[in-house]
């Protein structure tokens, strides 16, 4: 196992199509590369190989796939041409799928081999609702401490941190009706102010993904004639909700949909426009006699260091500047109560 490197997902479809494993691979890097530079030397340079590797992955990759993926106009630069986009589109879809199933099997396949370990790291197990950041987390909280992550809803996770199955419950809040409500309940219903507290995570901003031209500024203009929509998996039955906001973002950048709610960090991702709803804080709770152990104060110290920060910056929408403050249960639910009274 490597150490102090979070494992991904290799989706190597494009192996299926005629190139081999490894140019596959690094025909998605290049048109990544490609899709934010000037040119293709540039995006070589970016790459760490040569322009004639380059070119020539970009010509293996043509006559794989039957299309050019690359406009080389003379004076313009290169410009990926509409089966470039969707190579990436596809791309990302693919790793947004394999996403949830593979962070599941990584944290049991990683749990697994540490029992059989000497001298094993301190250890936390989450339950959590997915979020970007998470992944963040683990990476920087890895040469010190397992940080295992069960990707679930913020529903189900409380209600197993509630019943003993996990150290951790990672859950958001919006700021607005009626999923501020939701929160409340659930929060009362499985936690206790006694013996449970919360830390403060991330702050994330939600919204609608919306495409290029669309004309859509805000939720009435849903209701548009024409107007197509796509919606998320209901949280019951979505293993990944972060991943769900990836497959809206998708099928808004593919031309399968016009708008759907998400993540202004997916959105950003798929180059997409954003209009603004409403914030979302993300807790981890947890109980009180947890907070005071070893493990939990390793955790503590990435939250609170300069490192998390830093990597939270990167992803539009989030802010990460109360990442480690502890917070009591009861002055959520009166901050929970307020939002309602105030509606």
Request: glycine share 10%; hydrophobic share 50%; with cysteine.
């Amino acid at each position: 196992m490597h150490k102090g490197r979070a494992i991904q997902p290799e989706a190597t479809w494009l192996a299926g199509e005629g190139l081999t494993r490894e140019r596959g691979r690094m025909l998605t890097r290049l048109l990544n590369a490609l899709a934010g530079a000037a040119s293709l030397s540039d995006a070589a340079r970016k790459l760490g190989v040569s322009y004639r590797y380059a070119w020539g992955l970009l010509g293996d990759g043509a006559a794989a796939l039957g299309g050019p993926l690359v406009d080389m106009g003379r004076g313009r630069g290169a410009k990926l041409t509409p089966l470039g986009r969707k190579v990436l589109q596809a791309d990302a879809r693919l790793r947004s799928a394999l996403a949830a199933p593979f962070e599941r099997l990584r944290g049991e396949l990683a749990a697994l081999l540490a029992e059989a370990l000497p001298g094993r790291r301190p250890h936390l197990a989450a339950c959590a609702s997915h979020d970007l950041a998470l992944g963040e987390l683990a990476r920087l909280c890895a040469p010190r401490l397992d940080l295992d992550i069960a990707v679930r809803g913020a529903d189900e996770s409380l209600a197993a941190l509630a019943q003993g199955q996990c150290d951790l419950a990672g859950f958001h809040v919006a700021d607005a009706l009626p999923r501020a409500a939701a929160a409340a309940a659930a929060l009362g219903r499985w936690l206790d102010p006694r013996k449970h507290q919360l830390v403060n995570f991330v702050t994330r901003e939600q919204g609608l993904i919306v495409r290029h031209g669309a004309r859509i500024r805000g939720v009435h203009d849903l209701a548009r004639p024409g107007v197509r929509f796509v919606d998320r998996a209901p949280p019951g039955d979505a293993r990944d909700p972060a991943g769900a906001d990836l497959q809206v973002a998708a099928a808004v950048a593919e031309g399968r949909a016009d708008a759907g709610f998400g993540l202004r960090a997916a959105a950003a991702r798929f180059r997409l426009d954003f209009v603004p709803l409403a914030t979302e804080r993300y807790f981890l709770a947890a109980a009180r006699a947890t907070l005071r152990g070893a493990p939990f104060q390793d955790l503590q110290q990435v939250l609170r260091g300069s490192d998390f920060r830093a990597a939270v910056a990167r992803l539009p929408g989030y802010d990460a500047s109360q990442a480690g403050r502890r917070e009591s249960l009861a002055a959520a639910l009166s901050w929970l109560e307020g939002l309602r009274r105030g509606a």
